[in-house]
Nanobody, 116 residues
């Protein structure tokens, strides 16, 4: 059973920073990618950032230059450093992991709220 545990969400003023963390545990196998999606009310779910097994990173245009995804210190973990946050970054952020020969796994989500 694969489990993803997220942490680090919260309330911050515009211009502030937050760091999200996600750790995967269980029978994970070979990880192809880990990353973050977000879902805001009334909007489509959006891929925010991803890091592939070789280290390649991808970002949504809306967060380029402000967010940085990296592997965490713990095995099978990933972090998302969010800076210069804007009210439009307010959303429920979900961590995911793609593994070889397995379905995508999702975390439970962590709320990020940016006040103006």
């Amino acid at each position: 059973q694969v489990q993803l545990v997220e942490s680090g969400g919260g309330l911050v003023q515009a211009g502030g920073s937050l760091r999200l963390s996600c750790a995967a545990s269980g029978s994970i196998g070979i990880i192809n990618a880990m990353g973050w999606y977000r879902h805001a009310p009334g909007k489509e779910r959006e891929l925010v950032a991803a890091i592939l097994s070789g280290g390649t990173t991808n970002y949504a245009d809306s967060v380029k230059g402000r967010f940085t995804i990296s592997r965490g210190n713990a095995k099978n973990s990933v972090c998302l450093q969010m800076s210069s946050l804007k009210p439009e970054d307010t959303a429920l952020y979900f961590c995911y992991v793609d593994v070889l020969f397995g379905p995508r796994r999702w975390g439970q989500g962590t709320q990020v709220t940016v006040s103006s």
